[in-house]
């Protein structure tokens, strides 16, 4: 099995700083896309950034500028640098990584836990 495993959400100030981490395991044969995911408290889940394995990245609107998501692939490991945090950033921020698992011939999308990101002064 694959298990995505989120770490670094906490709690800051507006205009804070965190790194949330990303680590894939298990019985991976390649990882494509990675993405990060936010989910705010009655609304819905938004993808905020996204990154291939070759390193091309796309951001939301909301997050360009101030995120910037990363990943070594050596590591199976995604990283999401956030700057300028503000209080509307405040959500449960979730892993997802398109994976081919080994022996397998198709892929499959995989989601971590998630880890709570709570900006507030």
């Known amino acids: 099995q694959v298990q995505l495993v989120e770490s670094g959400g906490g709690l800051v100030q507006p205009g804070g700083s965190l790194r949330l981490s990303c680590v894939a395991s298990?019985?991976?044969?390649?990882?494509?896309?990675m993405g990060w995911y936010r989910q705010a408290p009655g609304k819905e889940r938004e993808l905020i950034a996204s990154?291939?394995?070759?390193?091309?990245?796309n951001y939301a609107d909301s997050v360009k500028g101030r995120f910037t998501i990363s990943r070594d692939n050596s590591k199976n490991t995604a990283y999401l640098q956030m700057n300028s945090l503000k209080s509307e950033d405040t959500a449960v921020y979730y892993c997802?990584?398109?994976?081919?698992?080994?022996?397998?011939?198709?892929?499959?999308?995989?989601w971590g836990q998630g880890t709570q990101v709570s900006v507030s002064s």
């Open positions: 990154i291939t394995r070759d390193g091309s990245t």
């Open positions: 997802n990584a398109n994976i081919l698992q080994g022996f397998s011939s198709s892929w499959r999308d995989y």
């Open positions: 298990g019985r991976i044969f390649r990882i494509n896309t």
